[in-house]
Protein backbone atom coordinates (compact mmCIF):
# COMPACT_ATOMS: atom_id res chain seq x y z
CA UNK A 1 0.00 0.00 0.00
CA UNK A 2 1.45 3.53 -1.09
CA UNK A 3 1.81 5.66 1.83
CA UNK A 4 -0.17 9.07 1.38
CA UNK A 5 1.51 12.65 2.08
CA UNK A 6 -0.43 15.17 3.23
CA UNK A 7 2.24 17.73 1.56
CA UNK A 8 5.37 16.83 -0.10
CA UNK A 9 8.25 15.35 1.66
CA UNK A 10 5.94 14.65 4.79
CA UNK A 11 5.79 11.12 6.41
CA UNK A 12 3.14 10.05 8.54
CA UNK A 13 4.02 10.22 12.41
CA UNK A 14 2.22 6.84 12.50
CA UNK A 15 -0.84 4.80 11.52
CA UNK A 16 -3.87 2.97 12.05
CA UNK A 17 -5.98 0.41 10.83
CA UNK A 18 -9.82 1.11 11.44
CA UNK A 19 -12.85 -1.51 10.72
CA UNK A 20 -16.62 -1.75 12.11
CA UNK A 21 -19.23 -3.93 12.37
CA UNK A 22 -17.66 -7.39 11.31
CA UNK A 23 -20.95 -8.92 12.88
CA UNK A 24 -19.71 -12.74 11.95
CA UNK A 25 -21.65 -15.81 11.93
CA UNK A 26 -21.67 -19.16 10.28
CA UNK A 27 -25.20 -18.81 8.66
CA UNK A 28 -26.73 -17.90 5.42
CA UNK A 29 -27.19 -14.32 4.49
CA UNK A 30 -29.80 -12.86 6.06
CA UNK A 31 -31.45 -8.99 5.99
CA UNK A 32 -31.17 -6.55 8.76
CA UNK A 33 -34.08 -5.70 11.30
CA UNK A 34 -35.97 -3.96 8.89
CA UNK A 35 -35.67 -6.39 6.12
CA UNK A 36 -33.98 -3.57 3.81
CA UNK A 37 -30.14 -4.30 3.60
CA UNK A 38 -29.03 -7.78 3.39
CA UNK A 39 -26.41 -9.33 5.83
CA UNK A 40 -23.45 -11.23 4.90
CA UNK A 41 -22.75 -13.04 8.03
CA UNK A 42 -19.94 -15.63 6.32
CA UNK A 43 -18.61 -13.69 4.10
CA UNK A 44 -17.70 -11.29 6.39
CA UNK A 45 -14.75 -12.60 7.79
CA UNK A 46 -13.24 -12.70 4.61
CA UNK A 47 -13.61 -9.42 4.40
CA UNK A 48 -11.93 -9.06 7.70
CA UNK A 49 -9.11 -10.61 6.42
CA UNK A 50 -8.55 -8.71 3.52
CA UNK A 51 -8.06 -5.58 6.05
CA UNK A 52 -5.61 -7.48 7.84
CA UNK A 53 -4.36 -8.55 4.83
CA UNK A 54 -3.78 -5.15 3.34
CA UNK A 55 -2.52 -3.76 6.75
CA UNK A 56 0.02 -6.34 7.02
CA UNK A 57 1.40 -5.82 3.51
CA UNK A 58 1.30 -1.54 3.99
CA UNK A 59 4.59 -0.05 3.29
CA UNK A 60 4.02 1.55 7.22
CA UNK A 61 2.95 -0.93 9.28
CA UNK A 62 -0.31 -0.09 11.66
CA UNK A 63 0.76 0.62 15.17
CA UNK A 64 -3.03 -0.66 15.85
CA UNK A 65 -5.97 -1.43 15.14
CA UNK A 66 -9.40 -0.03 16.08
CA UNK A 67 -12.17 -2.64 16.19
CA UNK A 68 -15.65 -0.18 16.59
CA UNK A 69 -17.69 -3.04 17.95
CA UNK A 70 -20.29 -5.72 16.67
CA UNK A 71 -17.36 -8.01 16.31
CA UNK A 72 -19.49 -11.30 15.79
CA UNK A 73 -23.79 -11.15 15.58
CA UNK A 74 -26.31 -11.42 18.15
CA UNK A 75 -27.80 -14.69 16.11
CA UNK A 76 -24.82 -16.50 17.54
CA UNK A 77 -26.82 -15.53 20.86
CA UNK A 78 -30.21 -17.91 19.83
CA UNK A 79 -27.75 -20.52 17.77
CA UNK A 80 -25.46 -21.31 21.22
CA UNK A 81 -22.78 -20.66 18.93
CA UNK A 82 -21.65 -16.90 20.91
CA UNK A 83 -18.12 -18.27 22.33
CA UNK A 84 -17.49 -20.07 18.68
CA UNK A 85 -18.22 -17.13 16.43
CA UNK A 86 -15.67 -15.26 19.19
CA UNK A 87 -13.03 -17.40 19.21
CA UNK A 88 -13.34 -17.94 15.17
CA UNK A 89 -12.89 -14.20 14.70
CA UNK A 90 -9.89 -13.41 17.49
CA UNK A 91 -7.84 -16.06 15.92
CA UNK A 92 -8.33 -14.47 13.08
CA UNK A 93 -6.78 -11.12 14.79
CA UNK A 94 -4.47 -13.09 16.25
CA UNK A 95 -2.53 -13.82 12.97
CA UNK A 96 -4.12 -17.87 13.03
CA UNK A 97 -5.95 -18.68 9.69
CA UNK A 98 -9.57 -20.71 9.88
CA UNK A 99 -7.06 -24.36 8.52
CA UNK A 100 -5.02 -23.00 11.78
CA UNK A 101 -8.75 -23.56 13.74
CA UNK A 102 -8.93 -26.48 16.11
CA UNK A 103 -12.65 -26.38 15.15
CA UNK A 104 -14.14 -29.41 12.79
CA UNK A 105 -17.75 -28.45 11.18
CA UNK A 106 -18.68 -26.85 7.40
CA UNK A 107 -17.66 -23.16 7.75
CA UNK A 108 -13.33 -24.22 7.28
CA UNK A 109 -14.68 -26.49 4.09
CA UNK A 110 -16.44 -23.55 2.83
CA UNK A 111 -13.27 -21.01 2.68
CA UNK A 112 -11.68 -20.09 -0.33
CA UNK A 113 -7.59 -20.42 -0.01
CA UNK A 114 -7.04 -17.04 -0.22
CA UNK A 115 -7.90 -17.07 3.53
CA UNK A 116 -5.88 -19.78 4.30
CA UNK A 117 -2.79 -17.42 4.29
CA UNK A 118 -2.77 -16.34 8.43
CA UNK A 119 -1.99 -12.40 8.58
CA UNK A 120 0.78 -11.17 11.37
CA UNK A 121 -1.07 -10.40 14.69
CA UNK A 122 -1.39 -6.66 15.32
CA UNK A 123 -2.42 -4.87 18.67
CA UNK A 124 -6.16 -4.58 19.07
CA UNK A 125 -7.81 -2.19 20.55
CA UNK A 126 -11.90 -3.13 20.78
CA UNK A 127 -15.06 -1.63 21.58
CA UNK A 128 -18.46 -3.02 22.78
CA UNK A 129 -21.49 -2.72 20.79
CA UNK A 130 -24.66 -3.52 21.23
CA UNK A 131 -23.99 -7.26 19.61
CA UNK A 132 -21.38 -8.31 22.08
CA UNK A 133 -24.32 -7.20 24.70
CA UNK A 134 -26.53 -9.42 22.86
CA UNK A 135 -23.94 -12.68 23.22
CA UNK A 136 -22.10 -11.88 26.41
CA UNK A 137 -22.89 -10.15 29.88
CA UNK A 138 -21.02 -7.36 31.00
CA UNK A 139 -18.83 -8.78 33.63
CA UNK A 140 -17.95 -11.61 30.98
CA UNK A 141 -16.73 -9.08 28.63
CA UNK A 142 -13.96 -7.64 31.11
CA UNK A 143 -12.67 -10.85 31.59
CA UNK A 144 -12.38 -11.95 28.02
CA UNK A 145 -10.03 -10.56 25.02
CA UNK A 146 -12.40 -7.93 24.33
CA UNK A 147 -11.56 -6.02 27.09
CA UNK A 148 -8.24 -4.38 25.68
CA UNK A 149 -7.81 -1.90 28.37
CA UNK A 150 -3.92 -2.08 30.00
CA UNK A 151 -3.61 -4.59 32.08
CA UNK A 152 -7.57 -4.87 31.82
CA UNK A 153 -8.14 -2.11 33.74
CA UNK A 154 -10.42 0.08 32.51
CA UNK A 155 -10.72 3.47 34.19
CA UNK A 156 -14.11 3.44 35.96
CA UNK A 157 -14.88 0.12 37.75
CA UNK A 158 -17.40 -1.87 35.61
CA UNK A 159 -17.36 1.07 32.82
CA UNK A 160 -15.51 0.18 29.41
CA UNK A 161 -13.36 3.07 29.14
CA UNK A 162 -9.93 3.78 28.50
CA UNK A 163 -7.12 5.61 26.85
CA UNK A 164 -3.79 5.03 25.33
CA UNK A 165 -1.10 7.01 23.65
CA UNK A 166 0.29 5.83 20.58
CA UNK A 167 2.96 8.45 20.76
CA UNK A 168 3.73 11.92 22.67
CA UNK A 169 1.08 14.30 21.45
CA UNK A 170 -1.60 11.65 20.66
CA UNK A 171 -4.64 10.44 22.90
CA UNK A 172 -7.17 7.83 22.26
CA UNK A 173 -9.92 7.43 24.58
CA UNK A 174 -12.06 4.58 24.00
CA UNK A 175 -15.65 5.12 25.53
CA UNK A 176 -18.30 2.99 26.95
CA UNK A 177 -21.84 3.74 24.90
CA UNK A 178 -24.33 1.37 26.57
CA UNK A 179 -22.68 1.94 30.46
CA UNK A 180 -26.39 2.86 30.27
CA UNK A 181 -28.58 0.20 28.85
CA UNK A 182 -30.19 -3.13 30.10
CA UNK A 183 -27.86 -4.94 27.13
CA UNK A 184 -25.42 -7.39 29.11
CA UNK A 185 -26.55 -6.75 32.53
CA UNK A 186 -28.46 -9.04 35.13
CA UNK A 187 -32.59 -8.41 34.52
CA UNK A 188 -32.51 -7.95 38.67
CA UNK A 189 -29.75 -5.60 39.04
CA UNK A 190 -30.15 -1.45 39.28
CA UNK A 191 -28.39 -0.84 36.32
CA UNK A 192 -31.08 -2.74 34.44
CA UNK A 193 -33.98 -1.65 36.08
CA UNK A 194 -32.91 2.39 35.82
CA UNK A 195 -31.74 1.87 31.92
CA UNK A 196 -35.19 0.21 31.29
CA UNK A 197 -37.19 2.71 33.01
CA UNK A 198 -35.36 5.68 30.95
CA UNK A 199 -35.79 3.91 27.82
CA UNK A 200 -39.42 3.27 28.95
CA UNK A 201 -40.09 6.84 29.52
CA UNK A 202 -39.26 8.04 25.13
CA UNK A 203 -40.21 4.63 23.95
CA UNK A 204 -43.93 3.44 24.77
CA UNK A 205 -43.57 0.58 22.21
CA UNK A 206 -44.12 -2.99 23.30
CA UNK A 207 -40.90 -3.78 21.16
CA UNK A 208 -38.02 -1.41 22.11
CA UNK A 209 -36.14 -2.34 18.82
CA UNK A 210 -39.01 -0.27 17.18
CA UNK A 211 -38.05 3.52 17.26
CA UNK A 212 -40.27 5.53 18.85
CA UNK A 213 -41.28 8.86 16.23
CA UNK A 214 -40.02 12.11 15.89
CA UNK A 215 -41.56 14.72 17.87
CA UNK A 216 -41.87 18.56 17.52
CA UNK A 217 -40.10 18.38 20.62
CA UNK A 218 -37.45 16.16 19.92
CA UNK A 219 -36.70 15.33 16.47
CA UNK A 220 -34.27 12.58 17.26
CA UNK A 221 -36.10 10.82 19.71
CA UNK A 222 -35.91 7.92 17.28
CA UNK A 223 -32.33 7.14 18.85
CA UNK A 224 -34.42 5.38 22.07
CA UNK A 225 -33.98 2.08 21.41
CA UNK A 226 -32.62 -1.30 22.82
CA UNK A 227 -30.06 -1.56 20.34
CA UNK A 228 -28.29 1.93 21.48
CA UNK A 229 -27.09 3.37 24.85
CA UNK A 230 -25.86 6.17 26.85
CA UNK A 231 -23.69 7.39 29.57
CA UNK A 232 -23.74 7.71 32.83
CA UNK A 233 -22.54 11.03 34.13
CA UNK A 234 -19.57 8.94 36.15
CA UNK A 235 -17.94 8.54 32.75
CA UNK A 236 -18.82 11.61 31.45
CA UNK A 237 -16.91 13.32 34.21
CA UNK A 238 -14.45 10.79 33.57
CA UNK A 239 -13.90 12.16 30.17
CA UNK A 240 -14.00 15.84 31.42
CA UNK A 241 -10.99 15.62 33.39
CA UNK A 242 -8.95 13.55 30.68
CA UNK A 243 -9.85 16.17 28.19
CA UNK A 244 -8.81 18.92 31.08
CA UNK A 245 -5.57 17.40 31.18
CA UNK A 246 -5.28 17.25 27.50
CA UNK A 247 -6.06 20.76 26.84
CA UNK A 248 -3.15 21.64 29.22
CA UNK A 249 -0.53 18.79 27.65
CA UNK A 250 -1.95 20.33 24.21
CA UNK A 251 -2.45 16.93 22.94
CA UNK A 252 -4.68 15.67 19.99
CA UNK A 253 -7.31 13.40 21.17
CA UNK A 254 -9.11 11.03 18.88
CA UNK A 255 -12.63 9.42 21.02
CA UNK A 256 -13.69 5.91 19.93
CA UNK A 257 -17.12 4.75 20.62
CA UNK A 258 -20.08 2.32 19.00
CA UNK A 259 -22.48 5.03 19.07
CA UNK A 260 -22.70 8.10 16.98
CA UNK A 261 -22.88 11.28 18.96
CA UNK A 262 -23.34 14.00 15.91
CA UNK A 263 -26.90 13.89 14.54
CA UNK A 264 -25.56 14.93 11.24
CA UNK A 265 -22.78 11.96 11.18
CA UNK A 266 -25.35 9.28 11.68
CA UNK A 267 -28.98 8.16 11.00
CA UNK A 268 -31.64 9.47 13.75
CA UNK A 269 -32.21 5.90 14.99
CA UNK A 270 -28.41 5.11 15.50
CA UNK A 271 -27.31 7.89 17.84
CA UNK A 272 -26.44 7.51 21.54
CA UNK A 273 -29.39 8.58 24.07
CA UNK A 274 -27.72 11.13 25.74
CA UNK A 275 -25.33 12.29 22.81
CA UNK A 276 -25.88 16.34 23.88
CA UNK A 277 -24.30 15.52 26.91
CA UNK A 278 -21.69 14.05 25.16
CA UNK A 279 -20.91 16.91 22.85
CA UNK A 280 -21.41 19.53 25.61
CA UNK A 281 -18.23 18.05 27.01
CA UNK A 282 -16.26 17.44 23.81
CA UNK A 283 -17.15 21.23 22.87
CA UNK A 284 -15.78 22.62 26.90
CA UNK A 285 -12.63 21.60 25.34
CA UNK A 286 -10.01 22.27 22.67
CA UNK A 287 -7.91 18.95 22.45
CA UNK A 288 -10.51 16.29 20.84
CA UNK A 289 -10.07 16.73 17.20
CA UNK A 290 -11.83 13.32 15.67
CA UNK A 291 -14.61 10.94 17.41
CA UNK A 292 -14.88 7.86 15.65
CA UNK A 293 -17.80 5.28 15.43
CA UNK A 294 -19.44 2.29 14.03
CA UNK A 295 -23.35 1.10 14.59
CA UNK A 296 -24.57 2.67 11.44
CA UNK A 297 -23.91 0.51 8.53
CA UNK A 298 -24.30 3.49 5.75
CA UNK A 299 -21.44 5.47 7.58
CA UNK A 300 -21.15 9.30 7.72
CA UNK A 301 -18.91 12.30 8.28
CA UNK A 302 -19.49 15.62 9.69
CA UNK A 303 -17.07 18.30 10.10
CA UNK A 304 -18.37 20.54 12.94
CA UNK A 305 -17.28 24.46 11.93
CA UNK A 306 -17.32 25.69 15.37
CA UNK A 307 -15.05 23.22 17.25
CA UNK A 308 -12.94 22.11 13.91
CA UNK A 309 -14.07 18.37 15.87
CA UNK A 310 -14.22 15.62 12.95
CA UNK A 311 -17.18 12.97 13.50
CA UNK A 312 -16.82 10.14 11.26
CA UNK A 313 -19.23 6.81 10.76
CA UNK A 314 -17.88 3.80 9.24
CA UNK A 315 -19.23 2.12 7.29
CA UNK A 316 -20.69 -1.92 8.58
CA UNK A 317 -18.44 -4.84 7.38
CA UNK A 318 -21.64 -7.16 7.49
CA UNK A 319 -23.70 -4.98 4.88
CA UNK A 320 -20.57 -5.18 2.52
CA UNK A 321 -20.68 -7.49 -0.23
CA UNK A 322 -18.17 -10.03 -0.64
CA UNK A 323 -16.71 -8.74 -3.67
CA UNK A 324 -16.07 -5.33 -2.22
CA UNK A 325 -14.28 -4.14 1.55
CA UNK A 326 -14.84 -1.90 4.21
CA UNK A 327 -12.20 -0.63 5.96
CA UNK A 328 -9.66 2.04 6.68
CA UNK A 329 -6.02 2.76 7.36
CA UNK A 330 -5.74 6.59 8.66
CA UNK A 331 -2.14 7.91 8.74
CA UNK A 332 -1.63 10.52 11.51
CA UNK A 333 0.53 13.90 10.72
CA UNK A 334 0.99 16.48 12.87
CA UNK A 335 -1.65 18.97 11.52
CA UNK A 336 -3.93 16.03 10.38
CA UNK A 337 -5.87 12.79 9.24
CA UNK A 338 -5.41 11.35 6.06
CA UNK A 339 -8.06 8.29 5.93
CA UNK A 340 -7.49 5.83 3.50
CA UNK A 341 -10.70 4.21 2.37
CA UNK A 342 -11.12 0.58 1.07
CA UNK A 343 -14.48 -0.25 -0.66
CA UNK A 344 -17.50 0.96 0.53
CA UNK A 345 -15.36 3.61 3.02
CA UNK A 346 -14.16 6.85 1.11
CA UNK A 347 -11.25 8.85 1.37
CA UNK A 348 -11.22 11.30 4.08
CA UNK A 349 -8.67 14.34 4.88
CA UNK A 350 -8.90 15.93 8.09
CA UNK A 351 -7.20 18.67 9.29
CA UNK A 352 -7.08 19.42 12.89
CA UNK A 353 -8.65 22.48 14.32
Known amino acids: MEVPSSSPGQTPLFSFGVIADVQFADINDGFNFTGTNRRYY ?16 STVRPTFILQLGDLIDGVNKRTGASQRALDTVLAALRGRGPAQISRPGPFAEKQP ?6 PPCFTVHHVWGNHELYNFQRSELLLSE ?10 IPGIYA ?12 VLDGYDVSPLGR ?15 QSNSKQDLNSPPPGTIYDMFSPRFTMFNGGFSQDQLDWLDHVLCRADQDQDKVTIICHLPV ?4 TSRTCLAWNYEQLLAVIRAHTSVVCYMAGHDHDGGYCH ?5 VHYVTFEGVI ?4 DSDAFSTVYVYRDRMVLEGRGRTPHREMVFP
Open 162 to 173: YLFRPMVGFVFV
Open 42 to 57: RSSLKLLYNALRTWSQ
Open 146 to 155: LNSAPQGHTA
Open 262 to 265: HPLS
Open 186 to 200: EEHSEEYQSALRLLR
Open 304 to 308: DEETG
Open 113 to 118: QSMMLP
Open 319 to 322: ETPP
